[in-house]
Structures are given as C-alpha cells and as structure tokens.
C-alpha cells in the first residue's frame, strides 16, 4: 500500500495534516480508500488506493472454458452485468467468426439500454444523496425495482443475469416481456422529469456541483478518462456511434456532450443519456425482428432444452460443450463497448484451445480514476465526496 | 462467416495511418506486423517503446491521442516470455492499433510510457504487480492489486491458479 507522504514522519515541521478516508466509507461506495493531504479544509494531495476487491477473475478465466467466463463476466462491473457479458461475448465471436441472428442483437441492445439506465439511476440516487438529496434515491430506487424485474424476466437473476451468451442469448424473452417493457418506456421520461425537477435548478444542488472538480478536455484525454466523465469535459467520444457493435448502427440517438468539465456537466450528461437510452429502447422495441435467438453454430451453441432430450445429434453436441468445451482458433482481439461508465474492453487472447489463454478487461472505472486526484487537489474536502460521485466509480470494477 | 486469414507483409500494411508514420520515423523499429480480424498489430522494438509511443501521439495526420488499456501476456516457458502489449486509440480519426514489445524473462523491464500518458502509471503498476514486469521511469511503481507483503506474481502461467499452499 502507499507510503504515507514524508511530510508527516516530522511532526511539527509542516502545516499538513494526512487523513485517512475508507475504505469503509459511505460516499466511496464500496471499499475505495483515499489518502488525502489536508491544509485546514484544502485537499493538497489525494492518493487513491485499491485492490481490496481483487478475486483474480482474470487468472481464474484461464481456468475456464470460454463458455464458464460468462458468469465471472457479471461480477466484474455489478451494476451493468449485460454489458460486461456483451463486451466478453462479442470478443468471443470476434475470435470464432460468428454471425448473431437480427433478433439476438436486437435483443442485447434493448438488454443493454436498460442496463444503463439501471446503472445510471443507481449512480444518480447515489450521487444525489451523497451531496444530501434523500428523496432522489428513493424516486430512482422506485424506477430500478422495474428493471431489474425485467431483469429477472428474461434471465431468472436480478443482478446476476449471465444473460447473453456466446452466440446469442440464453433464453426466449418470456410472454408478455415487450408489453411491459413498453409500458415502462412510455412512463420513464416523466420520471426523468421528477428527477431533474428535484435537482437541475436546485440552488443548493447547483452550488455543491457547478465549477467542482474541474477537469480540462486535454487532461481528460492524457488521463485516460472515457465514458460520461471524457464528454462531460467536451470530448464527443461515444463507442456507440462512433464503432457501432452489436447493431446499434441501426439506432437513433445523440450523444450528450457538455463542455464545463465540472460535477454539475458530468450529472447533466447522464441524465440526458438516460433519455436517449430510453429513447433507443422505444426503436428496439418497434424494430424488434422475428427469428431465431442463437447462431446456428451447434457446435458452439448449447441445443435447446427440447431438442437435447429428443434428439440423439443435440444430446451429443451438448454433452461435448458441457465436458469438453469448444476450441477457438488461435489469435488475439480487443473488444469494446460503451459501457455506462465509458470504455469496456476485453483483450482475449487464443491459443487454439477451449480455454483462454488470456483474458484482460479493461475497466472504465480504473481508468476513470485516475482523474480523482487532478479534479479534487486544490479543492475543498467535502467536494471529493462530490467528484467521486461524478465519476461514477464501481469497485469491481476496478479492482477485478 | 469464415475468418481471413492473417497479413503480415508490411508493404501490404502501409496504408494504415499508426504504420506509415513509424516507417517514415524509423523502419528498423518496426520488428513485424499482423492484420488479423481487422485489428493491427505491430510489434517494436523493446527499447523504443516510449519514442514509438510519443511518435503516434504526436502524429498530424492521425494522432493515437488516446491510451486504452496496457496489459501484458506470458508465453511461459518459451522466449522471449513477456510481451507488454499497449492498445492506442485515435479519438479524432476513430483509428485503433496495437502495440507490442518482447520481453526476456530473466529480468524484464521496459521504459515506462507515463511521460507519454499520465493514465498509464495504474495500468503499469497493475502489470508490475501481476507479471512482475518493471517499468523504468515510472513514479510509483508499487503493487497496486495484491498486499505489500506478497510473494509472487499471479498472472504469470508458472504461479498456480489455486495459488501456493
């Protein structure tokens, strides 16, 4: 772990005061501690320190087949799980050549819509009540309760989905999913109304988040800041428009960029993607084609339930992927996505076998988070609670 | 869809914007190529890493302005074992490249590139953790993932995924 800064092996030689702050603390949410160097109530000096999260997922995707990776994949950045999936699967694909059926990709980007305004309204309830707004957790708690129910609709879990799957998706949505998702979708902006009633033009909102922990464009670049907090510096970066995956070149919608670089730009940011994205679920749901939901690779992709207890070739396929895996030629990709907090990437690397020979996922958050300390040193100590909530960290995210 | 396959001769490869502007620099750097499922890759030279590096940020046509992700791979036993592997992206030209260096597994260490971009210095420490790869020039390089006090490098394919017991 870090050294404490020498200034206070010395006491009495410096006006510096180092204080500890986590990992157990409320606003770092999770286990993200910061060692800060205080001036009376001026942050001098901000270290972030993790890895009290570290489980080794990526040692322990080696061990895997590659079809075994995908649970492990939800655990990464819990709060958007389709996402992690997506990214992992389409690098997979990437590697084997598969083709996804219209309807599958048109499913994963409904899935992944709302995946980011569930992750998004966890981090506006969050950030709203680290900053003292109780009610807004509340309102955004309400609204997350119906998409994790969608959640549990399509996938049996509510935060573990491991609903995608390498070739398309686990299951058939069930009866009456796209009915209730659209009576969602037509609902949600009014609540997006409620939110940004109860904070947009709050005077006390507006004073704790407008000009705080400024971050320029150029440092957000050289810091390797992506997601809302690169285009709330005024960088028009979205992967969704700009290397479409998975079909979103099929889709309508704007990327929001602010160009203040403070708190207040990054909360204006994501609360405008929240329309866009349920914007874009309205497409997918009037566009959402008929057709199968799995690549027609047997050998990849397990039969279905119905088929395998009937049909001799099935039985076998499935019992050749469940013991033995698939192979995957060997070769290397870089998969990425736009997750909700910016870049996700996925660095597999093949060897020819049914198990990864390497698998690196680039974090959005670890990147993210080296930002901290250039938006909070020179500031005050309550405005660090303000900026950790404006990056929107997730520590298993960062910490793998 | 059947995959292509790979192309690995350079002449081929000059169009792309990351290799034209290393060619022009300095050819000898560039040690080989491989443009498979669409993703370049170039390998260079260990010792030029940072000037490669500075080269493609500052390029005019097409500069790799942004440092996605650095990471490492492990070809244990063969060698040279290591290879830092570095993903650049162009975020006004929309370009993406790969950088690799070899590294020898006796003591491996590369120049860092945090002079290049700030936001490699945790992407360095979390290799220096995990591989035990030294980055020189670099800050801070201390463990960031695992305890001071631990003994070994996890990622390396020689330490056991159940760890030592």
């Known amino acids: 772990m870090t050294q404490f800064p020498a200034t206070v092996a010395e006491p009495g030689q410096d006006r510096t005061l180092v204080l500890n702050m986590g ?24 270290k972030p320190e993790v890895g009290f999260l570290h489980t080794g997922i990526e040692k322990t995707c080696e061990a895997k087949f590659y079809q075994q990776v995908v649970p492990l994949t939800d655990r990464i950045d819990y709060l958007c799980p389709m996402t992690n999936n997506l990214a992992y699967c389409l690098a997979v694909e990437k590697l084997l050549g598969l083709e996804i059926p219209p309807k599958a990709q048109w499913m994963r980007v409904l899935m992944n819509e709302l995946t980011r305004i569930n992750s998004h309204l966890v981090w506006l309830g969050t950030h709203a009540m680290d900053l003292g707004a109780m009610t807004v957790f509340l309102y955004c708690f309400r ?17 573990m989905t491991s609903y995608f799957r390498i070739g398309g998706l686990a299951l058939e949505p069930p009866l009456g999913f796209f009915e209730k998702v659209k009576k969602f979708a037509d609902r949600f902006p009014g609540n997006v109304d409620e939110y940004e009633g109860l904070l947009t033009g709050n005077p006390i909102f507006m004073m704790r988040t407008k000009g705080v922990a400024y971050l320029s464009a150029e440092d957000a670049i050289a810091l390797g800041a992506c997601g809302p907090t690169l285009r709330g510096s005024g960088v028009d970066m979205d992967l969704r428009r700009d290397a479409p995956y998975t079909g979103y070149e099929n889709f309508k919608f704007n990327v929001p960029v602010r160009t203040e670089g403070d708190v207040f730009a990054r909360y204006l940011c994501r609360v405008q993607e929240l329309r866009e994205s349920i914007g874009m679920v309205q497409q997918a749901l009037a566009g959402m084609p008929e057709g199968p939901i799995k690549a027609d690779a047997p050998k990849i992709v397990l039969p279905d339930r119905e088929k395998m207890k009937t049909q001799m070739e099935a039985l076998i396929y499935h019992f050749k992927i469940i013991t033995e895996g698939f192979t ?36 959005p958050s670890f990147a993210n988070l080296q930002t901290l300390a250039k938006m909070c040193e020179g500031g005050l100590i309550a405005d660090v609670v303000a900026a950790i909530g404006s990056i929107d960290v997730v520590l298993g995210d960062i910490d793998r | 869809m059947p995959l292509a396959p790979p192309i690995t001769d350079i002449e081929q490869l000059k169009p792309h914007p990351a290799l034209a502007r290393l060619v022009e620099w300095n050819a000898s750097v560039v040690q080989a190529v491989k443009f498979d499922r669409d993703e370049l890759t170039i390998w260079v030279e260990k010792g030029a890493i940072r000037e490669v590096c500075a080269i493609l940020r500052d390029s005019t046509d097409c500069p790799f302005n942004y440092l996605c992700d650095l990471t490492c791979v492990d070809w244990y036993p063969s060698e040279p074992r290591f290879e830092v592997v570095y993903h650049l992206l162009s975020i006004p030209k929309k370009e993406r490249v790969r950088l690799k260096a070899r590294l020898d597994g006796s003591s491996p260490a590369i120049e860092s590139v945090t002079s290049v971009w700030p936001s490699a210095n945790h992407y360095e420490r979390e290799v220096f953790d995990l591989f035990g790869v030294r980055f020189t020039g670099h800050p801070n390089l ?14 390396r394919k020689d330490y056991p995924v159940e760890g030592y017991r």
């Open chain 1, 23 to 46: 990992p157990q603390h409320p606003s770092t949410h999770g286990v993200l501690r910061l060692v800060l160097e205080i001036d009376g109530e001026t942050v001098v000096r901000l």
């Open chain 1, 143 to 159: 609204e997350r309760e119906d998409v994790l129910r969608f959640f549990e609709m399509v996938s049996g879990q509510r935060m």
């Open chain 1, 328 to 363: 995957v030629p060997a070769g290397e990709v870089y998969q990425a996505i736009e997750s909700p907090r910016g870049e996700m990437g996925y660095y597999i690397v093949s060897d020819g076998t049914a198990k990864p020979y390497r698998v690196h996922m680039r974090g």
């Open chain 2, 142 to 155: 201390q463990r960031i993932m695992m305890p001071d006090n631990w003994e070994g490098h996890p990622l």
